[in-house]
Every structure is written in structure tokens, then in C-alpha cells.
């Protein structure tokens, strides 16, 4: 900020300047070449089984805004697909999903190049400190005991290429260096290996031993309890006892779903009942995978919590990372909803809920309610045009950050109760396809959010996905479509009617009923901005 002051006689007058900051660019003289990570002058080796060591140059300049802090991104595939968010899941995610291509191998941190940086060590951002060197070498992997939930320095897997890179940001955005030329870590040799392989050989005949004195103890039991049922105790095994002592597929044939249908409806939806009461046991059991999933926020200068939003990724037909699925805006959480969205590259935000239902506040609105655009922290809105429909409404927002502009597609169903399902499943189907079909291409994942962020949100998840996985496939598998979202965000599809309601959604596909009569639309367009993308809302 730059501040101006009169110096002549007379009153003074003071001004305030804010100037605004971008994408980080090298310093000058420094081409992406050589701003690469490389290997260490020193004469020593930069690669081991679990680790690789890395120099990195000091290769970004203010001139764009102060470099706010650095962290360092592993990856063993260079496609962009895994890159293009602007924080990157932890190595304990990497660890523990194979789709998981690039990881943050540290915290993001503000003194990545002082003497004594503390990065590894580090779980919030600082002011970042004078008298940095012109380049660091850093050890990639040598935090043998990770116990940081979110980002750890973690060994790295052997024999195994790896690229890294060094991540820049200022409160406008992010750049990166170039990835560098592979590493590949070493191999175990047989000297090192074995006193692992004669503790392996210990431990594998303890084991062994274990196991048989577990069959005899369970032998025993198994007779005593026969015993017991024969002498005329008539017991019958709950369906979640079943359940766990059979494991059941779930994958249903296209040709039969039919059937399949008319067997969980049967008996007042018994099976529908029994299968959802096995959902139950399925998240919130794991929650540092869920915190893998977790969006983080860029931190704000040193305030604690300010990386944290009610959000999760969530996945879909087409990537582990197409929807991000949260908590309804609230008055107080509407500033990060929309920092959320611009710091995702978000375009789409999908939203099943009244603003108020049945006389309660169910979600803040989060947008101008008229022509004039509006300030959501540094982020400003404006209403481009709107179009409604009898069962919900179609809105085009510019969001600005700065000088830079963004378009974003709202489509906000109106015709869903909390706690229940639409009246007509070809009503949700058509609202499903119609997102599908007028999405913006080419940004970051789809925003989709009800009042909790939990039942609405993740029965349109799993529809959208089924819809298009019954594309590609003969099979249906929608119970594990769901467990898949609980493991990532807990309640997804929270109550037995959502879960029926996506059954009776696909029949109907299925069955060549989706079709119902398209209404008559009617909307208005803010004379005070020029649609320039063209844009086209109207339903076919």
C-alpha cells in the first residue's frame, strides 16, 4: 500500500493506493529452464531407496505481488490433469491411492529459502523473512515417522522415477517452475535388506503360531455355541450380521434392474431398508482419508483456521476430483465460498436448496439480488442474466478478482424438500442432464452444495455419475457408488428415501420414461454488463 500526504500549508489530505497482485513471474535473466529443480553441485549422491535430494533455484520475483509462501509438488506423472488446483494432496494420500499422480511434499510455508528454514515443521504461514539464499537443496522424502494428517515430507517409494518442481504464490494465484529431469531412487540391496528379511522370517513364524492358536480357541467356541443351539436356543441372524458374514456383490446387469427393483421394493422396501442399513457402517470410520479430501483455502497472512472451508472433493465418472461437495453458504462462510471458488477455478456451482424452507434459513443467498454487483470479500459478483424454469433457474455471474474476470453458471434446483425427494423422478433427471449438457468446460471441479452439504448434494452426485456410467457399462452399481462418497464426506445420500429415489430415477431411464413436458421459460438480463462468452440457457 502507498500512502500520500499534503506538505503546504492548509489541511492535509491523505489517499490510500492498494495495488493489485498476480501470478508470480521469474526474476529477470532466469529462463523456466533454469529455474528447474536439478541435482546437488556437491559430490555426494541425489539419490536414495526412499529419498532424492533436489537444489532448487530462487527463481521468482515480487514484481507481481510478495511471494507469500512455497511448497514443493512430487509427482511420478507430468500431465497437467493432476496439477491444475492450486493445493495438491499429501503424501499420506499418495501413499494410499494409486490414481494419486502428484503430492505437496511439504507444508506451504513463507521461508522456503532461509538458511534455517523450518518449512517441514511448519503448519501455518508467516511473514516471510529477509536475507534469503539464491538456492536451496532439500531432501525429498526424509521424514521417516509422518505424522502430520495432512502433509508430511514421507519416503519415497524405491526404484521408483520421480519429478519434481517448486511451487510460487502471491495472494493473485500461483506459478511453478518446470519439472525437473527425472530421479529415480535406489534399490534395496541384499546387505541392507537382510536383517529385515531374518526379522520378516521371525515375525512370519510368530504369526503362524498366532493363527493356529486362534483356529483351536475358535474351533472350541464354534462347538460350544452348536452345542448351545442344538439344546433348542432358536436364533436367526440379523441382516447386518449376514451382511458382514457374507459379502454381497452389488453389481446389478442392466437387463436385470427391472427385477431387481421389484425385489427391494417388495415387502415395504425391505431390501432397500436392509441394504441402506449397511451404509451406515461406511464413513466418518477413516477420518484421515476424509481429511485427504478436504479442500483447503490459501492461508491469509498468520490468522489460524483461515485454510479451512466445510468442503470435500468428491468423485465422478470422469476424475476422483470432479465435484467439490459442501456445507450451504451461511452469511459468515459466504466470503470463502466465493475466495472457494476462484482459488478452484470453479465455473459451475450446483445448489438444491431454498434459500428458506418451511420458515428456516437454509442457506444464505449468496449472490446480489439485483443489477448491481457486490463484494464478497475481495471477490466481486455480479448478475449477468437469469432464467427460470418451473422447477428451478439458470443464473450467469461475473466474478472479478482485481482485474481479472470470470464467468460462473449457477443452476439452482427449487423443487427439492429438505429430507424428502422431488415429487417426479423425471423432474431431477431433467434437471441432472441439463447441468451436464451447459457445464463450463475446461476448469475446475463442479461446486454442488444443499443446505449440509450431505443428502440433496450427494443423491445429484451419484445420479449424475450412474447417468453417465450406464453409458459405458452393462452393469449398475449403485450401492457402492454411494459408499464410495461416504468414504470421502460422511452422510453422503443421507436418508433411505434419497437412496430409492436414485433406484426409481434409473428405472425410469432405463424403462424410456424420462420424458415429460418442457416448460415455457421466462427470464431477465442485467442491460449493465455485455454477455461476451455466448452464452445460450434456453433448453432445447
Known sequence: MVYAKTIINGPSVSSLLTTRTYNPKLKDGISSDMAAPTTPEEKTSSVTPSTITARFTNAF??????IIQYTIIVATNTDEDYLNTNTLPGWKAYQNDPSIKAYQAVSNCSDFFVLESTCNDRLRVQKRSVGEEEY???VIGSEANCKDPHYCNGP???NTEYYVKLRAYTTGGYADTVFSLPFRTGSVTEESSYGGIIGGIVAAVVIIALILFAVLFLRRNIRSKSNMYRQGHDHRMTPRSSMRSHKKKHEINIANFRDHVMTMSADSDF?????FEDLKDIGGSNPVQQQNFQVKLLPTDDEEGSDYIN???MPGFNSKREYIVTQGPLPSTRDDFWRMIWEQNSRNVVMLTKCVEKGREKCDQYWPSGSDAMFYGDIQVAVLNETRFPSWTVTEFRIALGDLTRQVRHFHFTAWPDFGVPDKPQTLIRFVRIVREKLIRECGPIVVHCSAGVGRSGTFIGLDRLLQDILDRDIIDIFNVVAEMRRERV????????YVCIHQ???CVLEGKEEEHVYVNSGNVN???EDDEGINVEVP
Open 271 to 275: 431390501k432397500y431398508a436392509e441394504e
Open 136 to 138: 536451496k537443496t532439500f
Open 491 to 498: 452422510w453422503m445420500v443421507q436418508t433411505e428415501q434419497q
Open 156 to 158: 519415497l517409494k524405491q
Open 527 to 529: 442491460q449493465a454488463f
Open 505 to 507: 430415477c434409473l428405472m
Open 311 to 313: 468442503a470435500n472433493y
Open 61 to 66: 520475483s515480487d514484481d507481481y505481488g510478495e
